[in-house]
C-alpha cells in the first residue's frame, strides 16, 4: 500500500520594493526588498517513498525546463546530502505560474518541495539543514520557505522578521514575455564592486495600508529601467495597470516581466483584471491577495 500523497502550496513572491544596492566583487549583488506573497501559485503534492521523481502539468508546463535542471529535484537532491536515509519520492507539480516572471515559481515550488520533505520526515520547519539546502538551491528559496512577508537583504540570505500586512489585493500580469535575471543586471551595468545611488531605501517596519503605500511610492524596483529597455512591453504593462481605477501603485516584481498594481478593495482589483484580461487577450492576468 502506497504512502497517501502530502500536498503543498507554492505562493507567488512578489517584490513590494527592490533595491540593487551594489554589485559584489565575486560578481553577485546585495539587495534590499520587501517581499509579499500572492494567493495564487503552483501547486505540488509528495508521495513518499521510492525513487526521487518529477511530473509536471499545467498551463506553463512546458516553460519549466527539463526535469534534472528543475529546483525541485535540486532541492530534494541538496536535504538528501545533508539527511543520511532521508524518504525521498514522486513529485507532481501543477505549474501554474509563468516561468522566467520576476515571480520566484521556481524558488517557491523548490521551498515547497523542502516544506513536504520536512513533513515526510518530520523535519522541524526551522532544521538548519533544510535552511541550507535552501541556500544552496536559489538566491530566493530561503524566504519562500515560510512564504511571509518580510524584508530580504544580502543576496537572499539576510531574512527579516515577518511582518504583518494590511489587507492588500493585486492584479498580476505578465505580458508574455521571459526576462533573464542575468540578463537584466547586466543591462544595469553595475561594475564589480561598484555602489548604486539610484534611490532611497524602503522605510516601513509595520501600519497601515495608508502608510504602506506612502512608503513604496518613495521607493522602486531598482532593475524595471533596465528590464523596459530589454522588453518594451513592460512599460506597456505598467502604464495599463497604473492607470486602472483604483490603483495605488504599479510596479515590475523581481527582474521582470510581471507587473502589478494593488488595490484597497477585492472589488477593484477584480474590476481591472477583467478589464485588462478584455483588452489584452495575450496576457496572463490574475487578481489575488497579498499576505
Avoid: Y
Avoid at 14 to 24: A, K, M, P, Q, T
Avoid at 102 to 130: F, K, M, Q
Avoid at 168 to 195: H, K
Amino acid at each position: 500500500m502506497s504512502a497517501a500523497p502530502l500536498r503543498a502550496r507554492a505562493p507567488a513572491k512578489l517584490n513590494l520594493s527592490l533595491r540593487v544596492l551594489r554589485r559584489r566583487d565575486d560578481g553577485r549583488h546585495d539587495l534590499d526588498s520587501l517581499v509579499a506573497f500572492a494567493g495564487t501559485g503552483d501547486g505540488l503534492t509528495l508521495t513518499p517513498a521510492g525513487e526521487l521523481a518529477l511530473t509536471v502539468e499545467g498551463p506553463f508546463a512546458a516553460a519549466a525546463g527539463p526535469d534534472q535542471d528543475n529546483l525541485v529535484l535540486r532541492a530534494a537532491r541538496a536535504l538528501a546530502a545533508r539527511v543520511p536515509g532521508l524518504t525521498l519520492g514522486r513529485f507532481h507539480l501543477i505549474k501554474r505560474l509563468p516561468a522566467a516572471a520576476g515571480l520566484g515559481g521556481g524558488s517557491a515550488d523548490a521551498a515547497a518541495a523542502l516544506r513536504l520533505l520536512a513533513r515526510a520526515n518530520r523535519l522541524a520547519e526551522d532544521d538548519p539543514r533544510l535552511v541550507a539546502a535552501a541556500r544552496e538551491t536559489g538566491a530566493d528559496v530561503p524566504v519562500c520557505l515560510a512564504a511571509r512577508a518580510r524584508r530580504m537583504g544580502g543576496t537572499g540570505d539576510e531574512l527579516g522578521p515577518p511582518l504583518a500586512l494590511p489587507p492588500l489585493f493585486a492584479v498580476l500580469v505578465n505580458p508574455g514575455v521571459a526576462l533573464s535575471t542575468a540578463a537584466v543586471f547586466a543591462r544595469m551595468g553595475l561594475s564589480p564592486g561598484e555602489d548604486n545611488v539610484a534611490a532611497p531605501p524602503l522605510r516601513w517596519e509595520g501600519g497601515d495600508a495608508a502608510s504602506l503605500f506612502a512608503a513604496l511610492n518613495r521607493t522602486g524596483n531598482d532593475m524595471e529601467a533596465a528590464a523596459c529597455v530589454l522588453a518594451p512591453v513592460v512599460g506597456d504593462a505598467l502604464a495599463v495597470l497604473g492607470a486602472a481605477r483604483g490603483a495605488r501603485l504599479s510596479r515590475m516584481s523581481g527582474s521582470g516581466a510581471t507587473c502589478f498594481a494593488l488595490f484597497e478593495t477585492c472589488r477593484r482589483a477584480g474590476a481591472a483584471a477583467k478589464a485588462i484580461r478584455r483588452d489584452h487577450p495575450g496576457w496572463w492576468v490574475k487578481a489575488t491577495t497579498l499576505r
